[in-house]
């Protein structure tokens, strides 16, 4: 099946009581059983819902995997999976991830005892210079928020095999219309589903996506027992906004390369950051692992000065001044005081994130009006 009509489609059934064929929203917390144990699969809503179970289906089958779990947000995703580590473990990280990421490492599970090296990825001797003994996870954020480097997915499961070490890949900002970690080696995959899979900026959920029932198991059990759930009205925001994760995903990336072009010929701007460039350092591993670049671009004005970013981001009409993204309107942000504000200055600026970095999620509107915005904005 091909992703359009498996976006539509796959691992949805018409309701089994009543032949909607949209899942319903199964608004209950509990089941009634007629004996103890006398149920049809479903005892308490925190642990299974049917609308909760439709959209792990259609989660589980984009991304080529056996198992989808969901949760209350990416954040609870990533929660979770951090949970099946013990004091002593250590995992290593891209330097470049969504601020959130960083801090529940840093400040949560590192008073937990778990480490976290944070490294280039995109140079994959960096990886192998910081495995030892304890190492159990490699952390990979690809395309990484907000400077869009690349990791090369297939490198990362090939270090992880000889170490026999889990491979984690946040596929936030690709989606699966764009590429399949699971495929190229990978262990588990997460989403913040707030975001493309969502695409209406309607709802916060995320979702871990698994080919292995011992894996799916234990991400089962802290599902159910940390109880980070999502609930029904919500999983049905997001099973009907897959259904046009292709359409959207494609119109993104193609208003993501126009934006990404107009900023690169614009003579005030200083650097543009998107893998669809021939000169980005992992272009050639983007175009082998990825279907297309995306829709997200950032961009540093020349002279690097904050107050000139700020300027540009107040006069932004189309590109609304928000956190978030993958939602169908365009977005702006500023990294440095909003989404990776809880990173450390001189960490930020030691992965390349300037304080004057704009981050765009370029929507899905006509792209004449875009360019026109950009134009206005940054005169
Ligand atoms: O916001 P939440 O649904 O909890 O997802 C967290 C998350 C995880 N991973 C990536 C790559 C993310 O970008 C996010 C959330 N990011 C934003 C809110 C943002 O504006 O970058």
């Known amino acids: 099946m091909k992703f359009g009509t498996k976006a539509i489609h796959a691992g949805v059934e018409p309701d089994p009581t009543t032949g909607a064929i949209m899942t319903p929203i199964y608004q209950t917390s509990t089941y009634v059983q007629r004996s ?18 439709q959209l792990q289906n259609a989660l589980a089958a984009l991304e080529n995997g056996t198992h989808g779990l969901c949760f209350s947000s990416g954040m609870a995703a990533v929660d979770a999976i951090i949970k099946m580590l013990k004091p002593g473990d250590e995992v290593i990280s891209t330097n470049d991830l969504y601020g959130g990421s960083y801090r529940i490492f840093t400040k949560v599970f590192q008073n937990y005892g778990i480490k976290f090296h944070f490294t280039d990825m995109g140079d994959l001797k960096n990886i192998e210079a910081l495995v030892n003994e304890n190492t159990k996870m490699l952390w990979v954020e690809t395309p990484t928020n907000p400077l869009l480097n690349i990791i ?10 000889k ?39 309607d709802v916060v959920m995320g979702a871990v996506i698994v080919n292995d029932d011992d894996l799916a198991q234990q991400l089962a059990f802290i599902q159910n027992s940390c109880g980070a759930t999502p609930g029904p009205q919500d999983c049905f925001l997001v099973l ?67 107050e000139d970013a700020v300027r540009v981001l107040e006069k932004f009409e189309f590109f609304t001044l928000a956190e978030s993204l993958g939602g169908v309107e365009s977005l702006c942000g500023h990294p440095a005081s909003m989404t990776h504000a809880s990173i450390p200055r001189e960490e930020r600026l030691k992965a390349g994130l300037s304080d004057s970095l704009i981050r765009l999620s370029v929507g899905v509107e006509d792209i004449e009006d875009l360019l026109a915005d950009l134009e206005q904005a940054i005169g």
């Open 240 to 306: 009907r906004g897959l259904k046009t994760l292709h359409l959207r995903m494609e119109r993104h990336c193609q208003n993501g390369r126009q934006v990404a072009e107009f900023l690169k010929n614009h003579p005030k701007i200083e650097k543009v950051y998107w893998p669809g460039f021939a000169e980005h350092a992992n272009h050639e591993i983007a175009k082998k692992q990825m279907r297309d670049f995306g829709g997200m671009v950032s961009f540093v004005l020349k002279g690097d000065k904050v």
């Open 163 to 201: 170490h026999n070490l889990l491979v984690v890949a946040d596929n936030t900002f690709a989606t699966p219309y764009l590429q399949t970690p699971l495929d190229l080696g990978a262990d588990i995959v997460m989403h913040s589903l707030t975001k493309y899979m969502g695409g209406h900026s």
């Open 36 to 53: 103890p144990g006398d149920h049809k699969g479903y005892e308490y809503s925190r642990t299974h819902n049917p609308t909760r179970t």
């Open 152 to 161: 090369d997915i297939k490198g990362c499961a090939d270090i992880a095999k």
